[in-house]
């Protein structure tokens, strides 16, 4: 049975709390304990996709262990919130992952014994601007959740946000900064990003924002995602994604960009404004990234038809989307605008191409 719309709405409800909850048990010397009852901090055992359930009572929140991020993904659209899914992978880390399981909260997202790990060397682009408020609780939740580097990316940030990132990398071998003397756009700063990470060596980029907005704990089925695609989407239109924190007026600006998006350039992507996202570096080595011509978010847009046109492969994963917590929203009229121009000409230069 298909969640309703109360069943999303409280599960959006839940991903908002959830993200508060993480800052609070990543907190540096934390003496908050988790708040349970061990009554309700049972979780399900789904060793094999035989042992799906037929369907899951979004209500209950329950926890979940499985062996692999397919089967993470099989409860997540059946209804399962990501943030309750502990993905015990590399062998002898079972007790661990039960442990975590009965020690987290009753609605806390369920904190990793160790980063999960993959076979490519990874690495989060940041970009920042007046991001003091977020930063440092951003960059230990990614790095607790998937072992990645992070390279934050300021736009001469007037809080000292740049400053901020500074301390972290000093402390910290997997956090970079690249500093850029004035505010250009995001997609700017993320083609700046990408360029420095392919000169480095990175066979996955991902793409993420500061404010917590984007879940950390789903980072790591990003990267589990693309062993078998070139861009994995964290969708908020595909089944079992979500939005939490839009007015009226938001909600009907993105979906409205992304059915516009959609009449011009297909329906292959339902999300093409998302920006949640995990490029492999070989198609970042195929896109012209300096001929990029968005600079705010339809920069997003532009990226997934450079991909699609490029052979590409793209999978969309479901994510809960929450309005940031901290600071101020960066989307403006202008931004939007910028969509609205793009996207024809992206049309009618793939005419031109044929």
Request: glycine share 8%.
């Amino acid at each position: 049975m298909a969640p309703g719309p109360d069943d999303r709405n409280e599960a959006a409800k839940r991903a908002r709390a959830s993200r508060g909850r993480l800052r609070e048990l990543l907190a540096p010397r934390s003496t908050i304990a988790p708040e349970w009852d061990p009554s309700l901090a049972n979780f399900r055992a789904v060793p094999t996709s035989d042992a799906l359930p037929e369907r899951i009572d979004r209500s209950k929140n329950e926890a979940w262990l499985v062996p692999s991020y397919e089967l993470a993904e099989a409860l997540i659209r059946l209804g399962a919130e990501s943030a309750r899914i502990a993905v015990a992978r590399e062998p002898g880390f079972e007790k661990e992952w039960i442990d975590a399981l009965v020690s987290a909260g009753s609605s806390d997202p369920i904190l990793p014994p160790r980063p999960q790990r993959f076979p490519w060397k990874c690495l989060v682009v940041v970009p920042t601007y007046n991001e003091s408020e977020n930063l440092l609780d951003m960059v230990d939740a990614v790095r607790r959740f998937c072992a990645v580097d992070v390279l934050v990316v300021d736009d001469n940030s007037p809080d000292g946000t740049g400053d901020l990132a500074d301390r972290i990398a000093s402390d910290n071998d997997d956090v970079h900064v690249l500093h850029r003397e004035e505010k250009r756009g995001l997609g700017p700063a993320y083609v700046a990003g990408f360029q420095w990470g392919l000169e480095r060596g990175y066979e996955r980029l991902f793409e993420m924002d500061c404010d917590f907005s984007h879940a950390p704990w789903d980072l790591p089925r990003l990267a589990a995602a693309s062993a078998d695609a070139d861009l994995v989407i964290g969708s908020r239109y595909v089944k079992g994604g979500a939005t939490e924190g839009w007015t009226l007026s938001r909600r009907l600006l993105s979906r409205g960009a992304n059915l516009y998006t959609r009449t011009f350039l297909g329906p292959k992507v339902r999300d093409w404004t998302a920006g949640f996202r995990c490029f492999g570096a070989d198609i970042l080595r195929k896109l012209p990234l300096n001929e990029l011509s968005a600079s705010g978010y339809s920069f997003q847009i532009e990226m997934a038809w450079r991909t699609l046109n490029a052979g590409g492969r793209i999978r969309e994963l479901p994510i809960g989307f929450v309005d940031r917590n901290e600071g101020k929203s960066k989307m403006s009229r202008a931004i939007a605008m910028e969509a609205v121009r793009l996207v024809p000409r992206l049309r009618l230069r793939r005419r031109a191409v044929r």
